[in-house]
């Protein structure tokens, strides 16, 4: 009974840890597609928000808390030695639960140029130092 009562004690404790602790995730559209973070019907729709100009600014507004957990993480996973207020947001809404947002920055390092990018037939057109990321876990 002791060795029973021990292990669900533990077990409580681990899912605590796992549960207790969120880990933020950021992707980039490539990579949320690739690894299911997002599906092709989000992606289409994130294509369409970012493509048309005529479309309405996102009815929601990020939260102060939420934006800085996108850029406080974005910073400390790409490693750029800049500040939070170095980075603008436009924001394109929540799909599948993850934060989704065209990032400005002054320096995305090979990023910077215009390009395009192309994920299952949808081409994405981005003027230079812009790129979409999604965020989880927040």
């Not at 973070?37 to 309405?56: A, K, T």
Request: net charge negative.
């Amino acid at each position: 009974m002791k060795k029973i009562l021990t292990f669900l004690g533990l077990s409580t404790f681990c899912v605590c840890l796992v549960s207790c602790s969120t880990v933020v995730d950021v992707y980039n559209l490539q990579e949320a597609f690739n690894q299911n973070v997002i599906s092709l019907n989000e992606l289409q729709s994130i294509h369409y928000y970012h493509e048309d100009d005529s479309m309405p600014v996102y009815p929601e507004t990020l939260t102060d808390e939420i934006e800085d957990k996108m850029k406080t993480s974005f910073l400390e996973i790409f490693e750029f030695s800049a500040t939070k207020d170095d980075i603008n947001l436009s924001y394109y809404g929540k799909y599948n639960g993850s934060y989704v947002a065209l990032v400005f920055f002054p320096d995305l390092g090979d990023l910077n140029v215009e390009g395009y990018e192309t994920i299952a037939d949808i081409e994405f057109h981005y003027a230079s130092n812009k790129r979409i990321f999604l965020w989880t876990g927040l």
